[in-house]
């Protein structure tokens, strides 16, 4: 079983950055697909970037070029650095894994999913 916990969210100014971090109970994700997704109030929630057994990235097209999924040298935290918030991105951040190749991008289909981190951007 991998416990998943994300941090980093927080309330930010339109055009500011966080980083949001995953943790995987200290074991290695290694050879884990792994997704950030988020949910915005009144919204389905939705893929927003992607980390493949090869380290290969997908990005859905709203975040791409201010979106940067990563992992640490262990594969034990996942992160996703944001840069140019925009009060759109406004939502709930939730990450999740499953083993093997990324074969879906919804939440749901991920064995192991985190609880959320709230981020807020205001005009």
């Known amino acids: 079983q991998v416990r998943l916990v994300e941090s980093g969210g927080g309330s930010v100014q339109d055009g500011g950055s966080l980083r949001l971090s995953c943790a995987a109970s200290?074991?290695?994700?290694?050879?884990?697909?792994m997704g950030w997704f988020r949910q915005a109030p009144g919204k389905e929630r939705e893929a927003v970037a992607t980390?493949?057994?090869?380290?290969?990235?997908w990005y859905t097209d709203s975040v791409k070029d201010r979106f940067t999924i990563f992992q640490d040298n262990a594969r034990t935290t996942l992160y996703l650095q944001i840069n140019s918030l925009k009060p759109e991105d406004t939502a709930r951040y939730y990450c999740?894994?499953?083993?093997?190749?990324?074969?879906?991008?919804?939440?749901?289909?991920?064995?192991?999913r985190g609880q959320g981190t709230q981020v807020t951007v205001s005009s």
């Open positions: 980390m493949d057994t090869d380290s290969s990235t």
């Open positions: 200290g074991k290695s994700l290694s050879g884990h697909c």
């Open positions: 999740a894994a499953d083993w093997g190749v990324c074969i879906s991008r919804v939440f749901s289909d991920f064995r192991y």
